[in-house]
């Protein structure tokens, strides 16, 4: 007998290897972008890439830039040195702002990942916020 788990044979190890390094070569989450702010070097530049001013400034992850995507250019992106990476995060899973974000800087053949959960992510794990114009850090 079956169930709805296994009627649908598992990939071979193999297969299921390759899927899940495509997915974390496009995909961080939060608790690892927490753990690589707090030790205060990052080796990536944290993107907020949606909603206003005001909403920013109410409330973002600590770090991170207010770039919303549609403003996302290869003007704008000249600003960091070639070969750096972008994080990208959104509201949350409800939201495509940070898939159209990655889309966007993929296609200017810069390195990006998207932080999954976004800001519901962030606040399920229960991390801290910063709040005004500035991004702010998230102290260890």
């Given at each position: 007998?079956?169930?709805?788990?296994?009627?649908?044979?598992?990939?071979?190890?193999?297969?299921?290897?390759?899927?899940?390094?495509?997915?974390?070569?496009?995909?961080?989450?939060?608790?690892?972008v927490?753990?690589?702010?707090?030790?205060?070097e990052?080796?990536?530049?944290?993107?907020?890439?949606?909603?206003?001013?005001?909403?920013?400034?109410?409330?973002?992850?600590?770090g991170a830039?207010?770039?919303?995507?549609?403003?996302?250019?290869?003007?704008?992106?000249?600003?960091?040195?070639?070969?750096?990476?972008?994080?990208?995060?959104?509201?949350?899973?409800h939201c495509?702002?940070?898939?159209?974000?990655?889309?966007?800087?993929?296609?200017?053949?810069l390195p990006?990942?998207?932080m999954?959960?976004?800001?519901?992510?962030?606040?399920?794990?229960?991390?801290?916020?910063?709040?005004?114009?500035?991004?702010?850090?998230?102290r260890?």
């Open positions: 007998m079956t169930s709805y788990v296994t009627d649908i044979p598992a990939a071979s190890p193999e297969i299921a290897r390759d899927h899940f390094l495509g997915r974390l070569s496009v995909e961080t989450d939060c608790s690892d927490a753990a690589t702010l707090r030790a205060g990052p080796d990536f530049v944290l993107l907020h890439v949606v909603g206003s001013p005001d909403a920013y400034e109410r409330r973002h992850v600590p830039l207010h770039l919303p995507h549609r403003e996302i250019s290869a003007e704008r992106m000249a600003e960091w040195p070639a070969g750096t990476l972008f994080v990208v995060y959104c509201a949350g899973p495509n702002g940070a898939d159209r974000a990655a889309f966007k800087l993929a296609s200017l053949g990006v990942k998207i999954i959960g976004g800001i519901t992510g962030w606040q399920d794990e229960e991390l801290p916020f910063a709040s005004g114009k500035e991004p702010g850090a998230l260890a």
